[in-house]
């Protein structure tokens, strides 16, 4: 009974240390593509360009999309039934 327990409590705890080991670089990762971003924008801002992307194929004129993106590959799902 004693090993049997030993054995849960480590993969417990190895499986919490992993888990937090990947939020952890995911968060990192996020803060990166967050700081290019800014970098990126302050760069249009210098140019007098607003901030975004402009959309080339459409046939409005200077349309503009904000900062869109999918946050699935930084953070899992909270909910039950849920795909990113």
Do not use: M
């Amino acid at each position: 009974i004693a090993g049997d327990t030993a054995a849960a409590v480590t993969y417990y705890l190895s499986k919490r240390h992993f888990d937090n080991k990947t939020i952890q670089l995911r968060k990192e990762k996020y803060d990166r593509d967050q700081k290019e971003r800014t970098a990126q924008n302050a760069t249009r801002q210098d140019s007098g360009l607003p901030n975004g992307v402009k959309l080339e194929g459409f046939q409005s004129d200077n349309v503009y999309l904000q900062d869109l993106e999918h946050l699935g590959k930084y953070f899992a799902s909270e909910g039950e039934g849920i795909k990113n």
